[in-house]
């Protein structure tokens, strides 16, 4: 049985995954303004500035998944979820996406798969802390 969509349908159905595409950028650019820029504008601490392209490839390279993971838990100079205790790993994420992307990588807005991987390196990085 084939099913035959009409093309305003699926016209209708790229205009809205463009808007939500959209929509997650400027979240992360958004938070990026208002949480991130603070260390990562300036470089406090070391922090990485944003479009530093040498700074960030070593970052880059540890993967959406670690790097995600390990900043939104806290590392280095760095407090969790960026000094901003409201902060969702989604909202997190959207921002480090918009950073990187902003500084020679090529990350996409974490669908819920890489959310998901996301969280279980989470809770492995506080297991370790718990160790020691």
């Not at 159905?13 to 820029?37: D, H, M, R, W």
């Not at 997190?92 to 020679?104: E, Q």
Request: aromatic share 8%; glycine share 10%; charged share 15%.
């Amino acid at each position: 049985m084939k099913l035959h969509y009409p093309l305003q349908l699926i016209a209708t159905i790229f205009a809205l995954l463009s808007v939500s595409s959209s929509a997650n950028a400027q979240s992360g650019e958004n938070t990026y303004k208002q949480v991130c820029a603070n260390c990562h504008g300036a470089g406090v601490l070391n922090a990485p500035k944003f479009g530093d392209k040498a700074k960030w490839a070593p970052l880059i390279a540890e993967g959406q998944v670690t790097l995600t993971a390990h900043a939104y838990f806290g590392v280095r100079g760095m407090p969790p979820k960026g000094g901003n205790p409201n902060l969702s790993i989604e909202g997190f994420s959207d921002a480090l996406v918009y950073m990187v992307n902003n500084s020679g990588g090529n990350w996409k807005s974490p669908d819920a798969k890489t959310i998901a991987a996301i969280n279980k390196e989470i809770e492995a990085r506080k297991a370790g802390m718990n160790k020691k």
